[in-house]
Nanobody
């Protein structure tokens, strides 16, 4: 199982970023996918998740209405569109899946929201 995130960077408050996660080594279309984030000095937290077919999504209250999770099962990709970014969104963002009670994580991509 391999998960590789990309798309992070430095953005001003109010700006947008689109994170991508490329998945390989497993039957991607069969599994939930999630985005988590971990800010400095804080615990890792769930940001958003999406069902295997993409029809079910869930969001943390702090990002509802600003972030959108999506997936392309033909490309084995999951995305996180982040709009109206705030300084408190600054964190390392991780892609995750879970199979047979085992969590698989990517290496993370840094997002910094700062003017």
């Amino acid at each position: 199982v391999q998960l590789v995130e990309s798309g992070g960077g430095l953005v001003q408050p109010g700006g947008s970023l689109r994170l991508s996660c490329a998945a390989s080594g497993f039957s991607f279309s069969r599994y939930y996918m999630s985005w988590y984030r971990q800010a400095p000095g804080k615990e890792r937290e769930l940001v958003a998740s999406i069902g295997s077919a993409g029809g079910t999504t869930n969001y943390a209250n702090s990002v509802k209405g600003r972030f959108t999770i999506s997936r392309d099962n033909g490309k084995n990709m999951v995305y996180l569109q982040m709009n109206s970014l705030k300084p408190e969104d600054t964190a390392v963002y991780y892609c995750k899946t879970r199979m047979l009670s085992i969590d698989y994580w990517g290496q993370g991509t840094h997002v910094t929201v700062n003017s």
